[in-house]
């Protein structure tokens, strides 16, 4: 399956963004999928993942409560909507997707085989 993540852009702190990431070439509910971000001078880290159905959720600690993980299986898409934004949300953010079973979901970014090209966040003032 071939990612691609949007919707990336400059806000100020508090305010909300909506990144989203598209799937083609696959059949998008067979994926456990996931975003991860990587800050400027620091390693990648996990932010959410989704199980296939979107049942089960899956959140980093400091975004719990802000961010919200959610699919659309019959537009292949996964959507992170990220609201009061605070200055240690600016990152690249990536997309991710592997095979998986029901109910799965998966924070650890080396079992992902799929990576979309990131899209950059920046919450600043």
């Known amino acids: 399956v071939q990612l691609q993540a949007f919707g990336g852009g400059l806000v100020q702190p508090g305010e909300s963004l909506r990144i989203s990431c598209t799937g083609s070439?696959?059949?998008?509910?067979?994926?456990?999928m996931g975003w991860f971000r990587r800050a400027p001078g620091q390693d990648r880290e996990f932010v959410a993942a989704?199980?296939?159905?979107?049942?089960?959720?899956s959140y980093e600690e400091s975004v719990k409560g802000r961010f919200s993980i959610s699919r659309d299986n019959a537009k292949n898409t996964m959507t992170l909507q990220m609201n009061n934004l605070k200055p240690e949300d600016t990152a690249v953010y990536y997309c991710?997707?592997?095979?998986?079973?029901?109910?799965?979901?998966?924070?650890?970014?080396?079992?992902?085989?799929?990576w979309g090209q990131g899209t950059l966040v920046t919450v600043s003032s």
């Open positions: 991710a997707a592997r095979m998986g079973v029901t109910g799965e979901v998966d924070t650890a970014a080396y079992r992902y085989r799929y």
């Open positions: 989704i199980s296939r159905a979107g049942t089960r959720k």
């Open positions: 070439g696959g059949t998008f509910s067979d994926y456990v």
